[in-house]
């Protein structure tokens, strides 16, 4: 792949994914090419194939450092010592990371694609399972899971709402953990609650 004269070639890679993101936000990933790629890129359809073998491949390392993002998450969180301090760890970096990356959840929730994607890889499976136990905590009652659940993909869609694009980010923050404290029936940090 052609590169700028004092561009790496990581700088490519990093263009293409990025281009990638914005074709992906507007088309789907369904309907990006890799041609369409390549094409706003202003290079072979040859000079993709060299950074990425498939349209997969790119899917998944535009979602890797979000993946990365979450597993650490996890880790922090499950460091904690009580059920209602690792719940509130995950919650709160799982907040952190949709109001940080909006672009980026826009896109993973619009699409089927990129969820049958990450259903099919066995080690995004089990950290879904791992921030699921975060959340709901051991031995959780019905209406907990379900507003785990409910609060998973209702991060997902508050990425990419149109209407919540007025909020800053701080403020976005605070609603968000709001409601998803309310889901789970979680007391705000320090309101009677030990942490």
Known sequence: MTTHVGRPAGAARERL????????AVHGVSGTSLQMIADVLGVTKAAVYHQFQSKEEIVLAVVAPAVDSVARIADLAEARRSP??????????LVDLVVKNRRLAAVLRADPTVGQLI???????????RIGRLLTGPDPAPEIVVGAAM???GLMIAGMDPT??????????RHLLSGARRLLRVRTPGVGQQT
């Open 17 to 24: 994914l990025s281009v990638a993101l914005d074709l992906f």
């Open 151 to 153: 609060v998973g993909g």
């Open 164 to 173: 919540l694009a007025e909020f800053d980010d701080e403020a976005l923050r």
């Open 119 to 129: 259903r099919e890889y066995p080690d995004m499976v089990e950290l879904s399972r």
């Open 84 to 93: 209602a301090s690792r719940r509130e760890a995950a919650l709160s970096g």
